[in-house]
Nanobody, 114 residues
Framework: QVQLVESGGGLVQAGGSLRLSCAASGIIFSFTAMGWYRQAPGKQREWVATITTRGITNYADSVKGRFTISRDNAKNMVYLQMNSLKPEDTAVYYC????????WGQGTQVTVSS
């Protein structure tokens, strides 16, 4: 039913930028808050950013000032603009509804080299 497809990851040098995309289906997107999460090898998945249906955003302290979450309700898309990337940002990035415990997509790998 719910499908979430992340894309846009890749390999970048520290200080570089990357823009991630998330295509959502099987939900009434305009009624749904969305978030980005990430998981590094051997670590728990952590919350990165959230955007409400009205476009109000919140960020984890670790990415505040560097990342920007946005959405396009007409396209059922969520984006994550990542600037000033650091090696500690290396992880698989996922999108999902805040508080979700299912329906995770395949994620997209972000690797930041020193």
């Amino acid at each position: 039913q719910v499908q979430l497809v992340e894309s846009g990851g890749g390999l970048v040098q520290a200080g570089g930028s990357l823009r991630l995309s998330c295509a959502a289906s099987g939900i009434i997107f305009s009624f749904t808050a969305m978030g980005w999460y990430r998981q590094a090898p051997g670590k728990q998945r952590e919350w990165v950013a959230t955007i409400t249906t009205r476009g109000i955003t919140n960020y984890a302290d670790s990415v505040k000032g560097r990342f920007t979450i946005s959405r396009d309700n007409a396209k059922n898309m969520v984006y994550l603009q990542m600037n000033s990337l650091k090696p500690e940002d290396t992880a698989v990035y996922y999108c999902n509804q805040p508080g979700a415990n299912s329906d995770w997509g395949q994620g997209t790998q972000v690797t930041v080299s020193s």
